[in-house]
């Protein structure tokens, strides 16, 4: 069964930074595509950052474009995010999310980390 652990939320001012790890167990890495999805209360759940396993591809959200960096450790089974320039409209939840290549959608989910930003 894989199970994904999101860790490193928390509480931190604007301007500041905080890194998010998600942790994989119960299968490898190996031909899957991992993301980072966030919510908002009263708001649906948005796509954040994501890092394709063909050729490491990354993509982001055009409001964490420049700010926020994703990557992956393949020998340790984790994802993570760097999120610098902390903004009070990134607070959210943050879920770590993974999928197969031939998935469309994103079969497994972490079950969130808050992260709140104060001004």
């Known amino acids: 069964q894989v199970q994904l652990v999101e860790s490193g939320g928390g509480l931190v001012q604007a301007g500041g930074s905080l890194r998010l790890a998600c942790g994989v167990s119960?299968?490898?890495?190996?031909?899957?595509?991992m993301a980072w999805f966030r919510q908002a209360p009263g708001k649906e759940r948005e796509f954040v950052a994501a890092h394709r396993w063909i050729g490491g591809r990354t993509s982001y959200a055009d409001s964490v474009k420049g700010r926020f960096t994703v990557s992956r450790a393949n020998a340790v089974n984790t994802m993570y995010l760097q999120m610098n320039s902390l903004k009070p409209e990134d607070t959210a939840v943050y879920y770590c999310a993974g999928k197969p290549l031939a998935s469309g959608d994103y079969l497994y989910w972490g079950q969130g980390t808050q992260v709140t930003v104060s001004s």
């Open positions: 119960g299968r490898t890495f190996f031909n899957y595509d």
